[in-house]
């Protein structure tokens, strides 16, 4: 069953130009347990639209759709509900996190702050349990690392305690927005070993934002593939990654270096650049770059339909079909 | 000779009351004329100090740095003499190294200056540099925001390209784009190499796109470089056990669902690096000798050294192959 269905999410935001359309018409679902992996460029509508799920968009943003959150829409609480839910079901790790952490209280203070504030938990208890999850992150010495503070930390340690703090009231939802990007290598696979572990031991469920599709093969169960603000292909992260279907997950993939490549052969870029919000093309948004676009791609919006066993694509003329 | 080599370069910061902090600990690199060299390691390695020594950004204060086998000096109050000028740098993030108020032509038409270009002849040669690069060269009167992040980096090249340098060293210029821009600049590197006979030494910690562009390799571990060699023979076989770890931390975007390999522990505080090799708190094949001798390089294969005692030909124990196989 799905702990969180996303439906017809859109959201407008509003710009000195008049507004923008940044998510366009999307739909998605999160199983329990399930690595839900978003895909995409830089201005492609993956961060303001799990943003939206929080309610953490600017002021005056339009939001439009659903978002059921074990039978609750996350859209539409206001208050008091939506402060229990936001934090406590479901929390949120960010790329970045020596601005998301506060520099000037200390870790054990910003990882028992959820715990007294959302469970009353009284501060000998608090503290028990944030050593716990230190531990849990495996960072080393956890009694001192509560005194500490962000600054003392290295970039890997202080993404695994702003994990540990989304952790704290046992969300059953991560979102997580590219998490490992700032981070060096070694230290990234530490943190997707991290969140496989959570995955599997405590049922945690997570949306993973990322661009980079080698961190996505790794560890999402699931990717849609954002492009302009809409999803133009989604399915099983296996599938879609050795056999994508849309002209645009293709161009992604060979704009990567490969492994076994011998090296000084050319990357092939996409030719052009990503449209801005403002300047969306009409009908498929991706046609300008396309060396498969026909003339319906001009004018109409593709759908996002069912292609094969859990696949979806939004390309009429599915150039790949048989790859 | 080689075109541009660092040798045995130290940098060293001093930290108010704390102790110095030697950046780059001794570490040697040099770039041939139409060569793509690769200088590789995480954060905290010392590569962007070393980086900022080679073009004179800080003075070493050991070792020396080799222009065309002359000296190329520190920079200094007064500007850079044309030699000198022959070395340029480009930097991680085109958003700030390019001056936001001025025009693309203006700031590309300061190293046409430089070298004594004829002002009537600097809007033709600006509209060359754009193309070469791949930007219209109708663009030279717009300003930095008006292009995206992929189009701004390659206008920070063009502006390096002004000066017409034998060499370029840049320093993460591909970590702050998408992957298509990416791919990009990275075939712009390798053609402005072959095309121009150009000389480019390459800082970045993401082996992966270094082993897709660059003829050579060496690899940086706090403050020092503990393998080096042509790329392919190096990301096939590494021979030391920190290059083998950053190998096996890429993860593939092959759909198969394996997880990379996680290297334990922290990198330590430059500040206070470990006895002995650097690497052995965190190596898995560390031994009795690493946390008290310090590794010289062993040659370990046509133009590669390793930094390592498992690279020891003299040594008795049996060494731990770390074969070829890195996926």
Known sequence: MALLDVEGLRVRLPTRAGEVTIVDGV????????VFGVAGESGSGKTISVLALMQLLPEGA????????AGRDLLALRGRALRQVRGRDVAMVFQDPLTSLHPMLTIGRQLTEHLRVHEGVARGAADRRAVELLEEVRIPDPEKALHGFAHQFSGGMRQRIAIAIALACRPKLLIADEPTTALDVTVQAGI????DRLRRENGLSVILITHDLGVMSSIADHVSVFYAGRIVESGPTRELLAHPRHPYTRALLDALPHPESEGGAELVAIPGAPPTPRRRPDGCAFHPRCPYAREDCLVDVPPLVPVSDGRLLACPPDPFASA | MSLLEARDVEVVYRSRGGPDVRAVAGASVAVDAGQIVGLVGESGCGKSSLARAVVGLVAPIAGEILFEGKPLPALRRRARSRWEARVQMVFQNPYASLNPRRTIGDQLADGLALRGVERSRHAATIA??????????????????????????????ARALAAEPAVIVLDEPL???DASAQAQVANLLVRLARERD????????DLGIVHHVADAVSVMYLGVVVESGPTRAVWNDPQHPYTEALIGAIPHADGAGTLPEALPGEVPDPARPPSGCRFHPRCPYVFDRCPTEVPPAYPVGPGREAVCFLRDPAAVVAAPTSGGDTT
């Open chain 2, 128 to 157: 060359e540099l754009l193309e070469e690069v791949g930007i219209a060269g109708a663009g030279a009167g717009r300003y930095p925001h008006q292009f995206s992040g992929g189009q701004r980096q390659r206008i920070a090249i």
């Open chain 1, 27 to 34: 739909d998605y679902h999160v199983g329990e347990g399930e």
């Open chain 1, 62 to 69: 339009r939001v439009e759709g659903r978002a059921l959150y």
């Open chain 1, 192 to 195: 997707l070993r991290l969140l």
């Open chain 2, 198 to 205: 150009l000389g480019l030494l390459l800082i970045s910690h």
């Open chain 2, 175 to 177: 970590s702050s784009l």
